[in-house]
């Protein structure tokens, strides 16, 4: 399943950024962020590293064939953050539209990882 994704996502040289805010959805972007880099689906980034111009992540990013970012929520500061710094974002997932209200408990609930990783996969496989 993982070598369909990165054929779909048309690179092995994916970065993934996400979210990683303070409520539920955050957190959420970042695990599902995790369990793509683990299944070879792409690269983990710091996001934060881009809004700080950290000249290592910069190139990381610009050596990147695609940029994928995954938001929380609709105010899409991974996304905001990417182009901001000049890059193009090929594909933004926003956690929330996902079905995942965004609430301030931190922890995740059950299945929930497992439900958004899910839905992602079904993204990514249909480009």
Known sequence: M???TKCSC???NVA???CVGAANVGQLSNKVAIELEKQGIGNLM???GIGARAPGLMKSAEASDRIITIDG???SCATK???LAG???DRQIVVSELGIKKTKDRDPKDGEVAEVMGKVM???QSE
């Open 87 to 89: 890059f193009k974002v």
């Open 46 to 48: 710091c996001t934060v």
């Open 2 to 4: 993982a070598d369909e």
């Open 16 to 18: 993934i950024f996400p």
């Open 73 to 75: 929520c609709p105010v």
């Open 81 to 83: 953050t990417l182009e």
């Open 122 to 124: 079904e993204i990514l």
């Open 10 to 12: 048309g690179s092995a």
